[in-house]
């Protein structure tokens, strides 16, 4: 998969170097992207991207964050684009990943029906709240729940295609259907840690920390890590969604996803698992508030030399969002739970609730500021043999302050 990676970075480059030699690319390129500085007070279990069982971005003794992502948005003909989505972040491995390459392709509509297509590497077009430069919500710090283990676990690279049909008074009816590789590893976080709510979404070069005591339970080495976007088995996923936009009333979404990856195979390095779910959306505005909701359900599963260990998992959530003039106030309420199908092994059933408060402010042009509160309960069986107790309550604050280009 990191050559096929590495071939589509080269075949961007390439393009934006034919570009360049042909027009002037200050014509043709956007570039667009954010600097973050933020400082923390984070709970005391260190972070799950740190080897803890932390639920946070942040935990410990960390203070302090900043991040910087930059889009690139090459023109290269009519309705064609190439994009490029980086992140520089300190406290990953790599310090740099990409986060998106792809080619779209959207010709002017035709009639009421418009179309278009992306090839390459990209996030699903799942979330409801996720609609903001870099794949980050303009209502929160945080994401949601589901919209954290999207960004973490999920990523298309393969293609996408996306079917309009403005239907006049009764709205815009629209389809959407993908064919990718190299999600194959999508599930090992959801069955080995649970649910989790951060703004850090995997780079597409990154490999993930597995949390210490995970591998501690299953006598594996410590510290250990796993791949996100592997093609492990040969079997292409898919996932299909319909979503309908009713005017003056709401955005209505379904979609199904399914990696068809089998839970038996391995590489050298990673295991596949099988992992397939259902997503519920809908979005809608009573005067000045909006507010959006979002359900999914699915089933993770590895086959293992004693048996097939299989999680199911869930979760919802409702945002609230007011806007008064340059200030935004968001409040969220997660619920989320997995279930271990295995009865004799409880250390990995969850059951958890959070809610999450912001406040941002954009009276200076070009910059966000930001304060958020999630306050997070959560009962987990893993918890006991690391001397936390059975159920814990996690409190983060953050305050942001974020920088447009």
Same mark, same amino acid.
């Given at each position: 998969m990191r050559y096929g990676l590495a071939l589509l970075a080269m075949l961007l480059a390439a393009c934006l170097a034919q570009k360049a030699v042909a027009f002037d690319l200050s014509d043709d390129l956007a570039i667009t992207g954010y600097g973050d500085v933020r400082a923390v007070i984070a709970p005391d279990p260190q972070s799950w991207l740190n080897g803890g069982l932390g639920k946070f971005r942040y935990g410990g003794k960390q203070k302090f964050g900043t991040e910087a992502v930059a889009q690139a948005d090459l023109t290269l003909d009519d309705g064609l684009h190439a994009v490029g989505l980086f992140r520089a972040e300190p406290e990953t491995r790599s310090v740099a990943d990409a986060l998106e390459m792809y080619l779209r392709y959207a010709p002017a509509a035709s009639g009421d029906v418009s179309w278009s297509v992306k090839a390459g590497a990209f996030f699903p077009a799942i979330s409801l709240e996720n609609d903001d430069l870099g794949w980050t919500s303009s209502y929160t710090l945080t994401p949601s729940a589901i919209n954290s283990w999207i960004g973490e676990e999920l990523r298309t690279i393969g293609s996408e295609g996306t079917l309009h049909w403005n239907a006049g008074e009764i *709205? %815009?009816?629209s389809l959407i259907g993908a064919l990718y590789c190299c999600n194959e590893d999508a599930g090992i976080l959801m069955a080995d840690r649970g649910w @989790?709510?951060?703004d850090n979404p995997t780079g597409?070069? #990154?490999?993930?920390r597995l949390p210490d005591q995970t591998l501690r339970l299953f006598r594996g080495h410590v510290p250990g890590n796993t791949g996100m976007f592997n093609q492990i088995d040969g079997n292409p996923g898919w996932y299909a969604g319909a979503s309908w936009q009713i005017p003056g009333? @709401?955005?209505?979404s379904i979609t199904r996803y399914d990696n068809r990856a089998d839970p038996s195979a391995v590489s050298s390095r990673d295991t596949? !698992? *099988?992992?397939k779910f259902w997503s519920f959306g809908a979005r809608t505005r009573i005067g000045p508030v909006t507010l959006i909701a979002q359900q999914l359900s699915g089933y993770t599963e590895v086959e293992f030399t004693g048996g097939e260990n299989g999680s199911k998992f869930q979760s919802g959530f409702l945002l609230a969002n007011y806007d008064m003039g340059d200030w935004r106030f968001s409040a969220r309420e997660d619920l989320f739970q997995t279930r271990r199908v295995e009865a004799i092994n409880n250390n990995f059933n969850e059951d *958890? =609730? @959070? %809610?999450? *408060? @912001?406040?941002?402010w954009?009276? !200076? #042009? =070009?910059?966000r500021l930001t304060a958020e509160l999630i306050r997070m309960h959560s009962r987990r069986g893993e918890y006991v043999p690391a001397g936390l107790g059975l159920g814990r309550d996690e409190t983060e604050v953050q305050f942001d302050a974020r920088y447009f280009f």
């Open positions: *709205g %815009t009816l @989790a709510m951060d597409l070069f #990154e490999r993930v009333i @709401a955005q209505l596949a !698992w *099988g992992t *958890g =609730d @959070a %809610t999450t *408060g @912001a406040v941002s954009n009276g !200076w #042009e =070009d910059v």
